[in-house]
Nanobody
Framework: EVQLVESGGGLVQPGGSLRLSCTASGFTFSSYSMYWVRQAPGEGLEWVSGITRAGITITTFADSVRGRFSVSRYNAKNTLYVEMNSLQPEDTAVYYC??????????WGQGTQVTVSS
């Protein structure tokens, strides 16, 4: 079966850092662009970052995180990463990993909670 499993979330103080991981199985990981999407309490989904499929490797970021977050992938391990630095309370959200091969997201993970608080 297709699975995307996020890990690495937790409680961090403002200014701190976290690394999230997403491990994929059940599909050809290297053929898909990968994305991070988040949902803050009481709000809708917000696209955070993306990285193109293997062989292209272009990264993109939302204005709210550009310069603070970085995204990478290790295709041999079917794993996607996001490094989050200088975290702010506004970054508090459930972070989801998603895979896409066209105009839509095809697969989603279950999400991992990130809480930024003093």
């Amino acid at each position: 079966e297709v699975q995307l499993v996020e890990s690495g979330g937790g409680l961090v103080q403002p200014g701190g850092s976290l690394r999230l991981s997403c491990t994929a199985s059940g599909f050809t990981f290297s053929s898909y662009s990968m994305y991070w999407v988040r949902q803050a309490p009481g709000e809708g989904l917000e696209w955070v970052s993306g990285i193109t499929r293997a062989g292209i490797t272009i990264t993109t970021f939302a204005d709210s995180v550009r310069g603070r977050f970085s995204v990478s992938r290790y295709n041999a391990k079917n794993t996607l990463y996001v490094e989050m630095n200088s975290l702010q309370p506004e970054d508090t959200a459930v972070y989801y990993c998603a895979a896409g091969s066209g105009a839509e997201y095809d697969f989603w993970g279950q999400g991992t909670q990130v809480t930024v608080s003093s």
